[in-house]
């Protein structure tokens, strides 16, 4: 069992950053994928980023390449996603989540209850 618990997300005008935070508890946290993930009202959930146990490979959804980024530190079993230029359509629900094996996709077993990202234009 993985428990996930997002925090960071708030109100921010367009141009600027948040940096998203995912603590996780439970076993061994170091052996997970991590992902990120939103939803927009009236919109099907998305991946936004996904970074790779050791940190070494991390992926993103073209939308947020080069705005957007995903870190990890282990010692703390903390996953984090930087977001800069930040653009009204990034509004969205933020989800982390934890896989055996990265994926842009499926497999990610545990989720966290979400945290809230507004961007005024």
């Known amino acids: 069992q993985v428990q996930l618990v997002e925090s960071g997300g708030g109100l921010v005008q367009a141009g600027g950053s948040l940096r998203l935070s995912c603590a996780a508890s439970?076993?061994?946290?170091?052996?997970?994928?991590m992902g990120w993930f939103r939803q927009a009202p009236g919109k099907e959930r998305e991946f936004v980023g996904g970074?790779?146990?050791?940190?070494?490979?991390?992926y993103y959804a073209d939308s947020v390449k080069g705005r957007f980024t995903i870190s990890r530190d282990n010692a703390k079993n903390s996953v984090y996603l930087q977001m800069n230029r930040l653009k009204p359509e990034d509004t969205a629900v933020y989800y982390c989540?934890?896989?055996?094996?990265?994926?842009?996709?499926?497999?990610?077993?545990?989720w966290g209850r979400g945290t809230q990202v507004t961007v005024s234009s």
């Open positions: 439970g076993r061994s946290f170091s052996t997970w994928a």
């Open positions: 970074i790779s146990w050791n940190g070494d490979t991390t």
């Open positions: 989540a934890a896989a055996l094996i990265l994926s842009i996709e499926g497999g990610y077993d545990y």
